[in-house]
């Protein structure tokens, strides 16, 4: 089975730096996503780590310690508009079908 | 725009009766997961198909059911609705081997 925990809410100032932690438990583990998802709809991709290490994509990087079953995602340069829920996702076995299995969400608040 | 065609949208119906939600993948995924969404919760997986056979099976109630035609497009079956089966199901695509899921937009079913 799997289990995801991230933190409920986090609350930041417009320019400042946020970091989203996820710690997850897996049988077998085949990916990690961070998706955004805003009130009402739907979830969009922001980033995948399948090895050790960071990937940075503009504003937005991701980490990942398989070791530890550890996770985070950065926001930088925060802005009114990146207040949204963020979604830690572990993806399953090719076996289990690749299927997502996500977390609670993070829900940012980003402040003037 | 995912490319994830969900029909309909809204949906308001009644306890007892049964629904059909339709989602149309992007062209050339051939993978369709289909995500329980209620108010200020998380993600819950459904069911996944792959070219028409049922791949992986989540918390999905046995009121409910699905299938995959062979034009690929998927339909969620609702039945003995609930006022507790309000909420935004989303059906996600991806290709083969998988990378991120693309989500459609969500059919927000309310049930009175």
Redesign the interface.
Known sequence: GQNIDQPTEMTATEGAIVQINCTYQTSGFNGLFWYQQHAGEAPTFLSYNVLDGLEEKGRFSSFLSRSKGYSYLLLKELQMKDSASYLCALRASEAAGNKLTFGGGTRVLVKP | D?GVTQTPKHLITATGQRVTLRCSPRSGDL?V?W?QQSLD???Q?LI?Y?NGEE??K?NILERFSAQQFPDLHSELNLSSLELGDSA?Y?CAS?VV??????????S?LTVL
């Open positions: 995912s993978s997961y995500y919760q998380g993600l997986f996944q792959y791949r992986a989540g935004l989303f991806s081997p998988p990378g991120e899921l693309f989500f459609g937009e969500g927000r």
